[in-house]
């Protein structure tokens, strides 16, 4: 089973956006997917839920120290979305069986100077300062067009132990297709296709790295 956690420091960074669109890929690909939800406000819980006939369902079911134990054997994909400003820990009941962890960023300065000391934490945990549990970067809501959203993206690199695999425009289709229990990977048109083309390194870095 491929584990995928999900963590940052900084509240409002995207981690239920890269949660849920990551579901909607595996699912597609005809994985069985769960999402472990840990964070209070449940939110990729509550988009499983509300996923339409017409989709490949995703298992979802609320976080806890024995929540990966519990879900089905012959789940493929489960992806743990964590709490906001999340602790060493609160991470410990995953870090033991998470194949790849995944810290998704803004590009601002306070969202980059959280992430800076969230970093060190992780760096100081045991499976990960060993190479044993694999980190990546996703910047999330660029503007690739402006120069501050560039620029925050190599201050990112520069700062940090951890590669940054990816780079997500911000876009009001993550915003509408939540609201409907869908991803960009439940549909086929030229639409979303930019949006599907920006996970493509994410997805093979976690391929990879698992």
């Known amino acids: 089973?491929?584990?995928?956690?999900?963590?940052?420091?900084?509240?409002?960074?995207?981690?239920?956006?890269?949660?849920?669109?990551?579901?909607?890929?595996?699912?597609?690909a005809n994985k069985r997917v769960a999402i472990v939800d840990a964070d209070r406000q449940q939110s990729s819980y509550r988009w499983a839920a509300r996923r339409p006939e017409n989709v490949p369902g995703v298992l979802a079911v609320d976080g806890g120290r024995r929540a990966l134990d519990k879900l089905p054997e012959?789940?493929?994909v489960a992806i743990v979305d964590t709490p906001a400003g999340v602790t060493e820990k609160e991470l410990e009941p995953y870090l033991e069986q998470a194949n790849v962890l995944v810290v998704p960023?803004?590009?601002?300065?306070?969202?980059?100077?959280?992430?800076?000391?969230?970093l060190k934490l992780l760096h100081g945990i045991p499976r990960v300062r060993r190479g044993k549990l694999p980190v990546a970067l996703v910047g999330n809501r660029l503007k690739p067009w402006t120069n501050a959203s560039q620029d925050a993206m190599v201050q990112l690199?520069?700062?940090?132990?951890?590669?940054?695999?990816a780079q997500l425009r911000d876009s009001q289709a993550y915003v509408l297709l939540t609201a409907l229990g869908k991803g960009i990977f439940d549909y086929h048109s030229e639409?979303?296709?930019?949006?599907?083309?920006?996970?493509?390194?994410l997805l093979r870095w976690i391929k990879r790295s698992s």
Do not use: I
Not at 105 to 118: E, G, I, N, W, Y
Not at 157 to 165: I, K, M, Q, T, Y
Not at 191 to 201: C, E, F, I, T, Y
């Open 74 to 76: 012959d789940t493929d």
């Open 105 to 118: 960023v803004l590009p601002s300065s306070f969202d980059l100077d959280a992430t800076t000391d969230f």
């Open 191 to 201: 639409n979303v296709r930019g949006h599907q083309d920006d996970w493509s390194k």
């Open 1 to 28: 089973m491929l584990t995928m956690l999900v963590a940052s420091s900084k509240g409002g960074c995207g981690k239920t956006t890269v949660v849920t669109q990551a579901a909607s890929h595996y699912a597609q």
């Open 157 to 165: 690199a520069e700062a940090s132990p951890f590669p940054v695999v």
